[in-house]
Antibody
Framework: QVQLVESGGDLVKAGGSLRLSCAASGFTFSDSYMSWIRQAPGKGLEWVSYISGSGSTIYYADSVKGRFTISRDNAKNSLYLQMNSLRAEDTAVYYC?????????WGQGILVTVSS | QSALTQPPSASGSPGQSVTISCTGTSSDVGGYNYVSWYQQHPGKAPKRMIYEVSKRPSGVPDRFSGSKSGNTASLTVSGLQAEDEADYYCNSYAGSNNYVVFGGGTKLTVL
């Protein structure tokens, strides 16, 4: 069965950096668009970024452009999100999900807390 | 990237039907048949209930249906059950800049 497992969440100070990972299994990872979606405490879902199966196509939400970098390692069936220059408003549960604009499988989410 | 507009809350009694709207623009909901709906219970990851406006994934009860008219998409839950009480989010592809947008979410209460 499909599994997506995020890791790397932590408490970090504003201006700091963090790298999230998402380990995928149960499907052909290299054939799949993958995305990061976040949810601030008590708030709605916000799309962050997506990457194509080959890694050649990447897009970001304006709110993270220039600060976050999505990447993948198909040999390791893993998705990553490098987050730099973190702000308090980046505090959220971060989900990795399969898909580009419609998401059929989601991880359990990982909490990132940015203290100001 | 403006969020899609959903009512903050909706409610219905068991057995009744309820419809949740999701309003966007011609650049997202109205421009593409790539609207999806997700159900999220507290503390859980979202679950896709509808994709491509009206398609239902395997395992989703046929009580859930989706439609679209112009710039507004809708999710209808028929024969409400207690377990349908959850937050519901719509999302759409917004192709002009290859963005993806979500609605603000609707809390569905089963009375």
């Amino acid at each position: 069965q499909v599994q997506l497992v995020e890791s790397g969440g932590d408490l970090v100070k504003a201006g700091g950096s963090l790298r999230l990972s998402c380990a995928a299994s149960g499907f052909t990872f290299s054939d799949s668009y993958m995305s990061w979606i976040r949810q601030a405490p008590g708030k709605g879902l916000e799309w962050v970024s997506y990457i194509s199966g080959s890694g050649s196509t990447i897009y970001y939400a304006d709110s993270v452009k220039g600060r976050f970098t999505i990447s993948r390692d198909n040999a390791k069936n893993s998705l990553y999100l490098q987050m730099n220059s973190l702000r308090a408003e980046d505090t959220a549960v971060y989900y990795c999900a399969r898909g580009k604009s419609s998401f059929d499988y989601w991880g359990q989410g990982i909490l990132v807390t940015v203290s100001s | 990237q403006s969020a899609l507009t959903q009512p903050p809350s909706a409610s219905g009694s068991p057995g009744q039907s309820v419809t949740i709207s999701c309003t966007g623009t011609s650049s997202d909901v109205g421009g593409y048949n790539y609207v999806s709906w997700y159900q999220q219970h507290p503390g859980k990851a979202p679950k896709r209930m509808i994709y491509e406006v009206s398609k239902r994934p395997s395992g989703v009860p046929d009580r859930f249906s989706g439609s679209k008219s112009g710039n507004t998409a809708s999710l209808t839950v028929s024969g409400l059950q207690a377990e349908d009480e959850a937050d519901y989010y719509c999302n759409s592809y917004a192709g002009s800049n290859n963005y993806v947008v979500f609605g603000g979410g609707t809390k569905l209460t089963v009375l």
